[in-house]
C-alpha cells in the first residue's frame, strides 16, 4: 500500500478495492462501490419442511408445481416438501423436465416442467434421469440453510450419444442444461 | 496525513510500517468457490509447513448438485476436553509440537498432522502449501499480473546487469548488483493453485508379448490385459474433488516433461510421453502470498529464500466464479474385461491352439475397442450452471 516516488515522497498507491485519485495536491481515496447480492434465477426459500422457488425459465417456460407458476398465482405461491437428508445431511430441490421422446420438446402434460425435492442425487449422472425425465439441481438444502446452484434462466436439450466407433446411437437419451 | 474520506466502506490500520488501508469486504457479493481465508495457524503442519500455515475453505461450490470432496484437509474433531484444557496441554507439550493446534469456540480441535478427505460442505480447511511455488518475480517466464504489481511486487527480476570491463576488454557481470536480483523496498510473491478435479471412467491397458511356448498353451502370442482405472471408485467414488497444485498454467502450456507430467497442449498435439493423470481438472482460483519488504541485508545475501509466514498478505485470483455442470463425453460403459481362450486338454492342449485361433476374431475385436477406447482419453468438459 506504500512505496516511494523517484523524489524519495510516500506515495499511496491502491490496491485491491481501493481507488486512488490525485488532484494536484490532494488525494482521494475511495472504496470499491457497495453492490446488492446477486438475484439469482430460481431463487429457493427454506422453512418449515417446505421449500418455496421463484421466477425462473427454462426454454422460456415457467415451471409448474401442481398446474400453479412456481412464482404464483392469484396471491398462491406453491410449496414444496422436503422429501428428507441424505447420510451427509444433504437435500436437494431439482428442476424436472418431462419429454415426449419423439420430438425431444416438453410433454404436454399438466407439470411436465415442474421443482421436486429430492433425498439423493447421483454423481456422474444424475440418479432418476431416463429417457423422458431430466432434472437439474437448482439448490442443495443443509439443515441450516440454502446453498443456491442455479444462478440464471436455463435452456434445455436432449440427445443420442454415439456409443462406439461404428457411429451406432446408444439407446439412452442424454439430457443437458446450460446458462 | 490520510483522511479517511468514506469511513463506511474504508479501513484504516496503523502498524509499524505505515499507514494500511483496504476496502471492507462486506459489500462484495459472494459467489461459489470464494476463498474464507481461515487466518495463519501457528502449528507444525509437517512438511514444508513446520511453522505454521494459512488456512482457507470455500463457499460451497457444487458440481452436478454435489459438493467436492476436499482431498488432504486439515483434520479436525469434536473436543472432549475444554478449550482450555487443551490449550494448557499443548503449552506443558513445548508450544507447537503438540498434535493440537486451534480450538474453537464449538470445541472443534484442529488436528495440524492429520490429514482427511472430507466434503466441503463440512466447512474442510486446506492448509496452502506455496513450498513447491514458482519465484514471483521471475527472471523469465510469465510476468507478476498488474494487481500484484500494485503491492509493490517488481514485474520482473533485474537481468543480471552487465559492465563493461575496459582492463580485460570483456563484458562481465557487475559484481555491485543486488546478487539476489530484487531491490530493498520491493516484494516477493509465491503462489499455489487450487484445483477441482473429476476422476474420469477411462482403461488401463498392458500388452504383454509371450513366447512362443507361452503362445501354443494360451492360443496367443500377445497377450492384452484391460482393466478398468478404478482409482476414482475407490478413493473417491466419482465425486470431484479439491486439491492443490504448485502451477496449474505450467500443466496447462508450459514443457514440464521433467516433472513426468503430461501438458493439455501435448495431449491435444498426440505427442504426449506419458500416459495420462485420467483428471480432468478446472482451475478454482490462484492464492497469491506476498511477502513483506525484502530488507537490505536480504536483497544482498544469495542464499536468502523467501518462506511464506504469518506477516505475508494473501490475495485471491479466481478463475471460477459459478456452480458447474460436468460430462464425460462417452456414456459410461460397462463392461466386465474379456480374455477369451478355451481350455480342453483336448490332444494334448494342441487342440486347444487350434480352437483359440479360430475364436481369435473375436478376441481381436475385444481387443480393439479397449485400444480404441485407451487412446481415445474421452475427457470430460465443465459448463456453468
Known amino acids: ?179 | 496525513m490520510i483522511r479517511q474520506l468514506l469511513a463506511s466502506r474504508l479501513d484504516v490500520r496503523t502498524t509499524e510500517e505505515g499507514k494500511g488501508l483496504s476496502a471492507r469486504r462486506n459489500g462484495e457479493p459472494s459467489h461459489p468457490w470464494e476463498v474464507l481465508n481461515g487466518g495463519w495457524i501457528d502449528a507444525d503442519f509437517g512438511g514444508s509447513m513446520k511453522g505454521g500455515a494459512w488456512l482457507c475453505t470455500f463457499r460451497p461450490g457444487f458440481v452436478n448438485g454435489i459438493d467436492p470432496i476436499v482431498r488432504n484437509s486439515v483434520g479436525y474433531d469434536k473436543s472432549t476436553r475444554s478449550g482450555a484444557a487443551v490449550a494448557s496441554d499443548r503449552a506443558s507439550r513445548g508450544g507447537a509440537q503438540g498434535e493440537v493446534a486451534v480450538v474453537g469456540e464449538d470445541g472443534m480441535v484442529i488436528t495440524a498432522t492429520k490429514r482427511e478427505h472430507r466434503p466441503l460442505l463440512s466447512g474442510a480447511l486446506i492448509a496452502l502449501d506455496f513450498s513447491q511455488s514458482r519465484d514471483w518475480p521471475g527472471e523469465s517466464g510469465a510476468a507478476v499480473p498488474l494487481a500484484i504489481q500494485r503491492y509493490g511486487v517488481p514485474a520482473r527480476k533485474a537481468a543480471p546487469s552487465m559492465k563493461v570491463n575496459a582492463d580485460l576488454g570483456i563484458v562481465q557481470a557487475d559484481a555491485g548488483a543486488a546478487p539476489t536480483g530484487l531491490a530493498a523496498g520491493t516484494r516477493v510473491a509465491k503462489t499455489v493453485d487450487i484445483v477441482l478435479g473429476v476422476a474420469r471412467y477411462g482403461l488401463q491397458e498392458s500388452v504383454t508379448l509371450g513366447s512362443l511356448a507361452t503362445a501354443s498353451a494360451a492360443g496367443r502370442l500377445v497377450t492384452y490385459n484391460a482393466a478398468f482405472d478404478a482409482r476414482a471408485t475407490q478413493a473417491f467414488g466419482f465425486r470431484p474433488f479439491i486439491y492443490q497444485m504448485p502451477d496449474y498454467d505450467g500443466w496447462l502450456v508450459q514443457d514440464t516433461m521433467m516433472r513426468g507430467q503430461n501438458t493439455m497442449v501435448q495431449r491435444l498435439l498426440n505427442v504426449a510421453p506419458m500416459p495420462d493423470d485420467m483428471i480432468d481438472k478446472r482451475p478454482l482460483v490462484r492464492v497469491w502470498a506476498i511477502s513483506p519488504p525484502v530488507t537490505e541485508e536480504q536483497a544482498v545475501d544469495p542464499k536468502w529464500s523467501p518462506v511464506v509466514a504469518a506477516d505475508w498478505t494473501l490475495e485471491f485470483e479466481y478463475r471460477t466464479f459459478w456452480n458447474l455442470n460436468y460430462r464425460q463425453r462417452v456414456p459410461v460403459l460397462r463392461m466386465t474385461p474379456m480374455a477369451i481362450s478355451y481350455h480342453s486338454g483336448l490332444a494334448f492342449g494342441i487342440g486347444d491352439a487350434i480352437v483359440n485361433q479360430s475364436m481369435s476374431f473375436i478376441d481381436e475385436a475385444t481387443q480393439r475397442f479397449y485400444l480404441g477406447m485407451t487412446y481415445l482419453q474421452p475427457e470430460g468438459k465443465f459448463w456453468t450452471t
Open chain 1, 1 to 179: 500500500m506504500k512505496s516511494y516516488d523517484k523524489t524519495g515522497r510516500q506515495q499511496i498507491c491502491g490496491g485491491p478495492g481501493v481507488l486512488v485519485s490525485r488532484f494536484g495536491d490532494q488525494v482521494v481515496l475511495a472504496g470499491r462501490e457497495r453492490r446488492g447480492r446477486i438475484d439469482p434465477a430460481f431463487p429457493v426459500l427454506f422453512g418449515g419442511g417446505f421449500v418455496q422457488v421463484g421466477f425462473g425459465l427454462v426454454n422460456d417456460v415457467e415451471p409448474t408445481v401442481g398446474g400453479v407458476p412456481i412464482s404464483g398465482k392469484d396471491g398462491e405461491v406453491p410449496q414444496i416438501k422436503i422429501e428428507g437428508y441424505d447420510s451427509e445431511d444433504r437435500s436437494w430441490v431439482m428442476l424436472k423436465v418431462t419429454i415426449d421422446p419423439q420430438t425431444g420438446k416438453f410433454a404436454k402434460s399438466k407439470d411436465a416442467v415442474t421443482v421436486v425435492s429430492m433425498a439423493s442425487a447421483g454423481e456422474q449422472r444424475v440418479a432418476g434421469e431416463s429417457d423422458t425425465v431430466g432434472l437439474h439441481p437448482l439448490a442443495v438444502l443443509t439443515p441450516k440453510r440454502v446453498h443456491q446452484i442455479t444462478f440464471f434462466n436455463l435452456r434445455h436439450a436432449v440427445g443420442y450419444p454415439v456409443a462406439d466407433g461404428l457411429g451406432n446411437f446408444s439407446k439412452v437419451l442424454q439430457h443437458f442444461f446450460w446458462s
